[in-house]
């Protein structure tokens, strides 16, 4: 059974710092990509960060510069550094990971930035 676990999310005040993990477990075969997304009320899901196998990054506009993504892939987690957190940050940030013929996603995890 496949699971994504997630941890790291909570309430920060803005300008504060939060850190992501998801690790996962089950999966049979090499991990792709493994990302985050995140979806704030009312809103569609959207990508914040993605990296590679080989650790190619990439971020959305919004996050450029205040997030950092990582992964350990002897642990198959994947991590979202983020700093200088805004409330527009606020969101439940989703974990995602593809193999060659699956799309996996965590619970989520709730991000709150407020003063």
């Known amino acids: 059974q496949v699971q994504l676990v997630e941890s790291g999310g909570g309430l920060v005040q803005p300008g504060g710092s939060l850190r992501l993990s998801c690790t996962a477990s089950?999966?049979?075969?090499?991990?792709?990509?493994m990302g985050w997304y995140r979806q704030a009320p009312g809103k569609q899901r959207e990508l914040v960060a993605r990296?590679?196998?080989?650790?190619?990054?990439s971020y959305a506009d919004p996050v450029k510069g205040r997030f950092t993504i990582s992964r350990d892939n002897a642990k198959k987690t994947v991590y979202l550094h983020m700093n200088s957190l805004k409330p527009e940050d606020t969101a439940v940030y989703y974990c995602?990971?593809?193999?060659?013929?699956?799309?996996?996603w965590g619970q989520g995890t709730q991000v709150t930035v407020s003063s």
């Open positions: 089950g999966i049979i075969g090499s991990i792709g990509d």
């Open positions: 990296i590679t196998r080989g650790g190619s990054a």
């Open positions: 995602n990971v593809k193999t060659l013929m699956n799309d996996f």
